[in-house]
């Protein structure tokens, strides 16, 4: 195998991802430009469900094993959520 090699992509559900957090069973992908956060099938890239970011210019993605953080460029807050 060959560090670095594509082992698989599909497209992002829009045109400016951000961030992207993983949280043990489907992918979490914030998009700059919808201001949304996107829950994706990892083997698909469907989108599952989808929110709006409670601040503008989400751009990092983390889960700490029960919740999601967002960190946005707009107003340089980092947010916990609630995802159930």
């Known amino acids: 195998m060959v560090v670095g090699a594509v082992i698989k992509w599909f497209a992002s559900p829009n045109s400016n991802p951000t961030g992207l957090a993983w949280d043990g069973k489907t992918l979490w992908h914030s998009d700059s430009n919808t201001d949304r956060i996107y829950q994706l099938n990892p083997i698909t890239g469907a989108t599952i469900r ?15 094993g029960k919740t999601l953080w967002v960190s946005t460029d707009n107003l340089n807050r980092i947010y916990q959520l609630e995802t159930h």
Do not use: C, K, M
Not at 50 to 64: E, I, K
């Open 50 to 64: 989808s929110f709006v970011s409670p601040d503008t210019d989400p751009w990092g993605l983390a889960w700490d």
